[in-house]
């Protein structure tokens, strides 16, 4: 008979050193199968946010071409010089989005934890904003969604 380690442990089961070896590898397993899953959502993560990215300079790009458009309405109604901060704003908007396109995402992650490092009130501040505004527009989507519904309510039913 092979020599094998028999324990019995605290609830009076009996350990053999097989059961041991079968259990640390099943944590083993386990633990990897952790760790790919969690690097595929890290990859999804990525490309969730590279899309992201794409799409707020694209919308940053548009804004600024509208804004460029609105400067000779702004020159002609109200003088030269307001359509020239229009054409300035235009102007840093189109850079940002220049700069946001030029970066990785985990440079602008990194970027983030910095700002918010330096400036936690203004971080604060703008997360609170952004909120803000968030919570409005989904208020406003559902509130909107509801009068469809209401509406559609009562086109079906027969006017007396």
């Not at 460029?68 to 908007?93: F, N, P, T, W």
């Not at 970027?111 to 409005?136: C, T, W, Y």
């Amino acid at each position: 008979m092979a020599d094998e380690t028999n324990s019995i442990d605290e609830g009076g089961t009996l350990v053999t050193a097989e059961s041991t070896g079968s259990r640390r590898g099943a944590a083993e397993k386990v633990r990897e199968e952790a760790g790919k899953l969690a690097g595929q959502a890290g990859d999804k993560a990525r490309a969730f946010a590279d899309t992201g990215k794409e799409k707020a300079t694209g919308a940053l790009d548009g804004f600024s071409d509208l804004m460029r458009d609105a400067a000779g309405s702004v020159d002609e109604k109200l003088g030269e010089q307001y359509g020239q901060y229009a054409r300035s704003a235009a102007d840093q908007i189109s850079g940002f989005a220049e700069s946001l396109r030029g970066k990785q995402v985990d440079d602008l992650i990194d970027d983030a934890r910095e700002f918010v490092k330096k400036s936690p009130a203004v971080a604060v501040g703008i997360a609170a904003g952004v909120g803000f505004v968030l919570a409005r527009l989904l208020k406003s989507g559902l509130d909107a969604a509801g009068d469809l519904a209401d509406k559609g309510a009562d086109s079906g039913k027969p006017k007396a």
